[in-house]
């Protein structure tokens, strides 16, 4: 007896499907942030060499060299390598961010959003984990590059204050990585859409070795590309900015 087409496919195809999809919003949320953390959580103490090359409508590409020594997920000290900007630098500990510049006598606090010389802030440097600061539920999958990926929804957590209230994740559901992510401001407009480009070994540990950042509210696309990863331990020191006395 000849079968359609769509007989197949409504006795094989759909249950197959729907069972599958049944199967993904089932996951816990939860151990796919946890289990995509574990690239950050490789380097609790790191300095990371990173280029940055930034785009925007009508102006040529700049490109900046950084250092940035960083200590769990609330300390970093992001160094400026431009000869033009020599010894200048950015600190962040915590929710509190310092410009601090050379022959000035104190620092100047600036928001998160800053922008740096290179177009990327100090938040896109904050080593936010999403496991800790965010609510998740699963959304649904999507195909992402040829990889099926769990799409995930956070919201921020009561007493958390991270950069972005809402925040849309893409985690690779075979290699447990983060493919993209896109950040919402409280209106629900999007505010910049990040996509993890590239992970390979540095000195035998899976990291991320480029992401780009497309702003869509001051219209740029920032490439950041890490070059090295090195393991250091760091003094608190290093993050202690120090005003000068009055007088």
């Known amino acids: 007896m000849f079968r359609s087409p769509l ?12 069972l599958f999809s049944e199967t993904v919003l089932a996951q816990d949320p ?31 590409p700049f490109t900046g060299m950084f250092a940035v020594e960083a200590k769990g997920r609330d300390k970093s000290r992001i160094r ?3 000869p033009s900007d020599a010894g200048k630098s950015v600190v962040q500990v915590g929710d509190d961010v310092w410009l601090v510049l050379p022959n000035t006598r104190n620092p100047i606090r600036v928001p998160k959003s800053h922008r740096l010389e290179g177009g990327f802030s100090a938040a896109d440097m904050a080593r936010t984990r999403f496991a800790e600061d965010y609510d998740a539920v699963v959304e649904r999958t999507d195909v992402l590059d040829g990889r099926s990926c769990a799409v995930l929804r956070l919201t921020a957590r009561a007493g958390k204050n991270p950069s972005y209230p809402v925040v849309r994740v893409w985690v690779d559901e075979k ?10 401001v409280s209106s ?7 996509t993890f480009d590239e992970y390979r070994p540095f000195h035998g540990v899976l990291s991320l070795a480029k992401m780009t950042i497309v702003d869509a509210l001051r219209q740029g696309t ?13 003094p608190d020191s290093l993050f202690e900015v120090r005003t000068a006395p009055p007088g």
């Open 175 to 184: 290699e447990g990585l983060y493919r993209k992510a896109v950040f919402l």
């Open 7 to 18: 007989h197949f496919l409504s006795k094989y195809f759909f249950p197959l499907f729907f």
């Open 80 to 82: 400026f390598l431009n």
């Open 222 to 234: 920032t490439v950041v590309e890490y070059l090295d990863y090195e393991k250091k331990s760091l």
């Open 30 to 60: 939860a151990a796919l942030l946890r289990r995509a953390e574990h690239v950050k959580d490789a380097w609790p103490e790191v300095v990371l060499s990173l280029r940055v090359t930034t785009t925007k409508p009508e102006a040529l």
């Open 188 to 194: 629900g407009k999007t505010a910049r859409e990040t």
